[in-house]
């Protein structure tokens, strides 16, 4: 997947910056328009456009508040290219009686995989160091991180963004794949607010 959508623009490498987020509610269906709403966007601006062919003519600068949702049965996909949207704050929130996993990286190296759960951090750590954790549990995801420690374990652990969304599949069962990017998806603008 990373070598097919490494050079959709000039401006964005999957491999130098993508946060995915899987919301999923606890009770009654959480619908998109409430999950914009959540991330400060506009439910009545929600448009629709293939991720692989929108990346490649948005400017840099739009490339932060760009995110892509599908509606998974009762979960809620989320792809984004700027970190704003995974940070803890907007996670939290998006969190409200539900459940977000969520895994991003940044250009620098800079990246996390939490466990979210109605406004409180379960589990945080960076999944190049994935024996660091934090939260209100910090074991609680450590049976799905073999791979992770398999991988820092080696004498030269470098980024390994496979093996984190590998991990977020994990704990999710849900599964991005190159076709997803290539695929009509739901387009909102976030952090209006």
Known sequence: ????LNNLSEYFSIEENLSWTVVRPHEAQL???DVVRRLHGEPDAITTDCPADCIANLEYDDLAETVFLEQRGDAIIIVGFGADIAEEETLRRLSQNATVHSVFWAINNFNRLYYIVDGAVVTELDT????DRWGTDPEALTDHL???RELHERSDPGPDWETAMATLESLTGQRLDPDWFTRPQLLAKVNRS
Not at 1 to 4: G, N
Not at 128 to 131: D, G, H, I, N
């Open 1 to 4: 997947m990373f070598k097919q």
């Open 31 to 33: 619908a998109v328009e």
């Open 128 to 131: 190049l160091c994935p024996l």
């Open 146 to 148: 073999d791979a992770l």
